[in-house]
């Protein structure tokens, strides 16, 4: 599912030494390099003094596995990446997703090191917010840093809380503070709350209510959009480049541990392609100039982040003065921006995808001429989540989509009217808002208690929901899991404001799309949707396993690692310890040494095992898709639709997730110790904590 879907319609529901890389591509089209790459005033603190540069580049929804085992998967079909990567890295092939499993959050993890709970992102990507009158609505997690909860409804904010909200109720620390305090100035291409989100609020936030800025979006929204949304420096104290007289404007984080005044930065396209492109408009890796669809010069929206776009802006960023670059790709398996979906293997899909590998082909070299190159240069390449595929079999038998297109009879989710399946199939008609998804969160209207009887009597009818597929004819059982405040707090989507609560989550059947809709069917309940194919948020390994890529000092050279278990929260302490640079707060993910060199590993995380032992238990005692995260919510749901069970399941779920929050605490003070203090981990203190988490692993399988 693209990132047009999740941006913007839920909105809509709601109101040299590269030469390895290089086996395929064209190179025509590339802008010119600048004579000289500077890093200004950057001071990058890696082990041997190497790096200079970073380049983090997160796609939406790109495979490493395959969909479909006779068709090449999105990465077979980028040899100029994939080769890069096993060639003179790592790839890590082990690699999962928070929960839920979508974009905001995993964005947003694997920038932060953090889950959900501890940045206020809501379980999905709408959360609900209370009005004045006591009634609820739904608003969306895309937005910026700094701004108030956003509701695409309105450009007065009802809830002023910060939309990124730490557990004690502060703004959370920003991802790019380590490198501005270190010198460096950092760009962001249409990366997840990094960048202006929407021109409702984000525009008053940063620029003010009576700007020259706002009063271009009620003049002309469309350009406003071009010119302040997705593109963004974050500039070093020191730094001209977001001189007021270049459009400037202070970068505040009110709640940033330490203080951060003296800041500027610059946001959107407007302001900052004239920093990176002097010469002429900002073009593509094509030599065509960026624009959205209907011509608006400047950001093309999220769903028009194709490689050849991001890539430029991540090339030209580097060669004027910006050494630290975060971009977003969109995906390559729908025809943005307006579709439709393509399966495996259907040639518009091949397409994309080969438009991707000449994009990197093109990137690569560009980069080569500039002297950025993995001996001075950190990679790090990952996808924001996997998903699923739903469809029909592929015509002709056998197909590869290379040399033999795919096509397909069936292809399309399987959308379902939750509202009319439970009004129809169980009786059920209490109203409710949902945010619509193949993981729907669900807000009951009244907010009743967890163990109310309307609640309880509506999470059992959703547990015994069925429906006749339209591409297999079966029954299917729509619902596979369910998540109370309970167990949510376990999977750790439960933040410190209440009202981002939802009063259950459910994980559907991956092929079923849910919607709440009208409580009848007088068309049918269950229909199948061609315009979107691809769907997410639910626990299926398809969804929640992913990649991650590696390139650069202190990255050893191992090509493919299956082994080593991780997830997005362990992108950020491998980064920080690379670097040599600190957080100003704790990680919930830890440091992947084991795919380091020996000089890149912190000496205490060598002097024994015990370091590994360590952080190898406890991934899977905190990770939402670790072993204690699936185990539990097996047990959840289990609980949930029980009769009589379901308080005594409750109760030890709440003590099980205490203990684990308690064991996992102490367990990431000593990792992060060996990781940036110096410490090593004894044998003794390994031995301990690993036998305590195998207990409460044992404990949550027991349920």
Same mark, same amino acid.
């Given at each position: 599912?693209?990132?047009?879907?999740?941006?913007?319609?839920?909105?809509?529901?709601?109101? !040299? *030494?590269?030469?390895?890389?290089?086996?395929? +591509?064209?190179?025509?089209?590339?802008?010119?390099?600048?004579?000289?790459?500077?890093?200004?005033?950057?001071?990058?603190?890696?082990?041997?003094?190497?790096?200079?540069?970073?380049?983090?580049?997160?796609?939406? $929804?790109?495979?490493?596995?395959?969909?479909?085992?006779? #068709?090449?998967?999105?990465?077979?079909?980028?040899?100029?990446?994939?080769?890069?990567?096993?060639? $003179?890295?790592?790839?890590?092939? $082990?690699?999962?997703?928070?929960?839920?499993?979508?974009?905001?959050?995993?964005?947003?993890?694997?920038?932060?090191?953090?889950?959900?709970?501890?940045?206020?992102?809501? #379980?999905?990507?709408?959360?609900?917010?209370?009005?004045?009158?006591?009634?609820?609505? *739904?608003?969306?997690?895309? @937005?910026?840093?700094?701004?108030?909860?956003?509701?695409?409804?309105?450009?007065?904010?009802?809830?002023?809380?910060?939309?990124?909200?730490?557990?004690?109720?502060?703004?959370?620390?920003?991802?790019?503070?380590?490198?501005?305090?270190?010198?460096?100035? #950092?760009?962001?291409?249409?990366?997840?709350?990094?960048?202006?989100?929407?021109?409702?609020?984000?525009?008053?936030?940063?620029?003010?209510?009576?700007?020259?800025?706002?009063?271009?979006?009620?003049?002309?929204?469309?350009? @406003?959009?071009?010119?302040?949304?997705?593109?963004?420096?974050?500039?070093?104290?020191?730094?001209?480049?977001?001189?007021?007289?270049?459009?400037? =404007?202070?970068?505040?984080?009110?709640?940033?541990? +330490?203080?951060?005044?003296?800041?500027?930065?610059?946001?959107?396209?407007?302001?900052?392609?004239?920093?990176?492109?002097?010469?002429?408009?900002?073009?593509?890796?094509?030599? $065509?100039?960026?624009?959205?669809?209907?011509?608006?010069?400047?950001?093309?929206?999220?769903? +028009?982040?194709?490689?050849?776009?991001?890539?430029?802006?991540?090339?030209?960023?580097?060669?004027?003065?910006?050494?630290?670059?975060?971009?977003?790709?969109?995906?390559?398996?729908?025809?943005?921006?307006?579709?439709?979906?393509?399966?495996?293997?259907?040639?518009?899909?091949?397409?994309?995808?080969?438009?991707?590998?000449?994009?990197?082909?093109?990137?690569?070299?560009?980069?080569? &001429?500039?002297?950025?190159?993995?001996?001075?240069?950190?990679?790090?390449?990952?996808?924001?989540?996997?998903?699923?595929? @739903?469809?029909?079999?592929?015509?002709?038998?056998?197909?590869?989509?290379?040399?033999?297109?795919?096509?397909?009879?069936?292809?399309?989710?399987?959308?379902?009217?939750?509202?009319?399946?439970?009004?129809?199939?169980?009786?059920?008609?209490?109203?409710?808002?949902?945010?619509?998804?193949?993981?729907?969160?669900?807000?009951?209207?009244?907010?009743?208690?967890?163990?109310?009887?309307?609640?309880?009597?509506?999470? =059992?009818?959703?547990?015994?929901?069925?429906?006749?597929? !339209?591409?297999?004819?079966?029954?299917?059982?729509?619902?596979?899991?369910?998540?109370?405040?309970?167990?949510?707090?376990?999977?750790?989507?439960?933040?410190?404001? @209440?009202?981002?609560?939802?009063?259950?989550?459910?994980?559907?059947? !991956?092929?079923?799309?849910?919607?709440?809709?009208?409580?009848?069917?007088?068309?049918?309940?269950?229909?199948?949707?061609?315009?979107?194919?691809?769907?997410?948020?639910?626990?299926?390994?398809?969804?929640?396993?992913?990649?991650?890529?590696?390139?650069?000092?202190?990255?050893?050279?191992?090509?493919?690692?299956?082994?080593?278990?991780?997830?997005?929260?362990?992108?950020?302490?491998?980064?920080? #310890?690379?670097?040599?640079?600190?957080?100003?707060?704790?990680?919930?993910?830890?440091?992947?040494?084991?795919?380091?060199?020996?000089?890149?590993?912190?000496?205490?995380?060598?002097?024994?095992?015990?370091?590994?032992?360590?952080?190898?238990?406890?991934?899977?005692?905190?990770?939402?898709?670790?072993?204690?995260?699936?185990?539990?919510? &097996?047990?959840?749901?289990?609980?949930?639709?029980?009769?009589?069970?379901?308080?005594?399941?409750?109760?030890?779920?709440?003590?099980?997730?205490?203990?684990?929050?308690?064991?996992?605490? =102490?367990?990431?003070?000593?990792?992060?110790?060996?990781?940036? +203090?110096?410490?090593?981990?004894?044998?003794? =203190?390994?031995?301990?904590?690993?036998?305590?988490?195998?207990?409460?692993?044992?404990?949550?399988?027991?349920?």
């Amino acid at each position: 599912m693209g990132l047009f879907r999740r941006r913007l319609f839920h909105l809509a529901a709601v109101v !040299p *030494l590269l030469g390895a890389a290089f086996v395929s +591509g064209s190179t025509g089209g590339l802008a010119a390099p600048s004579a000289s790459v500077s890093t200004g005033s950057c001071q990058l603190s890696s082990a041997k003094g190497q790096i200079q540069h970073v380049i983090n580049i997160q796609f939406d $929804n790109t495979h490493f596995t395959r969909d479909n085992p006779n #068709v090449p998967s999105d990465l077979e079909q980028m040899p100029n990446l994939l080769n890069f990567i096993e060639g $003179n890295g790592v790839l890590l092939t $082990n690699h999962h997703t928070p929960l839920i499993s979508h974009t905001a959050t995993d964005i947003l993890t694997s920038f932060t090191g953090v889950y959900g709970d501890r940045m206020g992102v809501p #379980v999905a990507n709408s959360f609900r917010y209370f009005n004045p009158d006591g009634t609820s609505n *739904l608003g969306v997690s895309f @937005a910026y840093w700094t701004d108030p909860l956003f509701d695409p409804t309105t450009s007065t904010p009802t809830d002023t809380k910060f939309n990124m909200l730490t557990a004690d109720g502060h703004n959370a620390p920003a991802p790019w503070v380590p490198y501005t305090r270190a010198g460096c100035n #950092v760009g962001q291409v249409a990366t997840a709350n990094t960048v202006l989100e929407n021109i409702a609020t984000d525009i008053p936030t940063v620029f003010g209510a009576t700007s020259p800025q706002a009063a271009e979006v009620k003049a002309n929204p469309g350009q @406003a959009f071009a010119d302040f949304v997705g593109i963004g420096v974050h500039c070093a104290a020191s730094s001209v480049l977001c001189s007021s007289a270049n459009g400037g =404007q202070a970068d505040k984080l009110p709640d940033e541990p +330490g203080g951060y005044s003296g800041y500027k930065g610059l946001f959107g396209h407007k302001y900052v392609a004239p920093q990176i492109s002097p010469n002429g408009p900002m073009t593509d890796l094509s030599g $065509n100039v960026i624009q959205d669809p209907s011509g608006h010069v400047g950001f093309p929206g999220f769903d +028009g982040m194709a490689a050849k776009v991001s890539l430029s802006y991540v090339a030209a960023m580097q060669e004027h003065g910006i050494p630290i670059t975060y971009a977003y790709i969109s995906d390559a398996h729908d025809a943005h921006p307006n579709g439709p979906a393509y399966g495996p293997g259907q040639a518009g899909y091949v397409a994309a995808l080969k438009a991707y590998d000449t994009a990197f082909g093109q990137f690569f070299q560009r980069l080569a &001429s500039d002297g950025i190159n993995k001996s001075n240069t950190l990679f790090v390449f990952t996808a924001d989540e996997g998903d699923h595929f @739903a469809g029909g079999q592929p015509s002709p038998a056998g197909c590869d989509g290379v040399t033999v297109p795919c096509t397909y009879s069936q292809i399309g989710e399987i959308n379902a009217n939750y509202a009319g399946l439970l009004a129809t199939e169980q009786g059920v008609k209490t109203p409710f808002k949902v945010h619509s998804d193949s993981a729907p969160t669900i807000y009951i209207t009244g907010n009743p208690a967890r163990d109310d009887a309307t609640t309880r009597t509506f999470e =059992q009818a959703t547990g015994r929901l069925t429906a006749v597929s !339209p591409i297999t004819g079966n029954t299917d059982t729509v619902t596979k899991f369910l998540a109370d405040p309970v167990e949510m707090k376990a999977l750790h989507m439960v933040t410190s404001d @209440a009202a981002r609560t939802p009063t259950f989550t459910l994980f559907a059947d !991956p092929n079923y799309f849910l919607f709440a809709g009208a409580p009848n069917c007088n068309s049918a309940c269950v229909t199948e949707q061609p315009g979107f194919a691809w769907n997410h948020g639910d626990v299926q390994p398809e969804i929640t396993t992913t990649w991650l890529g590696m390139v650069g000092p202190g990255v050893a050279n191992l090509g493919i690692d299956n082994t080593t278990w991780s997830d997005h929260t362990d992108i950020r302490p491998t980064l920080m #310890v690379l670097l040599g640079l600190r957080d100003d707060y704790s990680h919930d993910g830890r440091a992947l040494t084991e795919d380091l060199t020996g000089f890149a590993r912190p000496a205490a995380t060598t002097k024994s095992n015990g370091y590994i032992k360590v952080a190898q238990m406890y991934k899977q005692i905190d990770a939402g898709v670790g072993e204690f995260g699936l185990a539990t919510l &097996s047990a959840s749901t289990r609980g949930i639709e029980s009769s009589s069970g379901y308080a005594s399941m409750e109760n030890q779920l709440s003590s099980l997730t205490s203990q684990r929050n308690a064991l996992a605490g =102490q367990m990431i003070a000593l990792l992060e110790g060996a990781e940036f +203090g110096g410490r090593p981990i004894t044998e003794q =203190q390994a031995q301990s904590l690993v036998a305590q988490g195998q207990a409460l692993l044992d404990a949550a399988n027991s349920l």
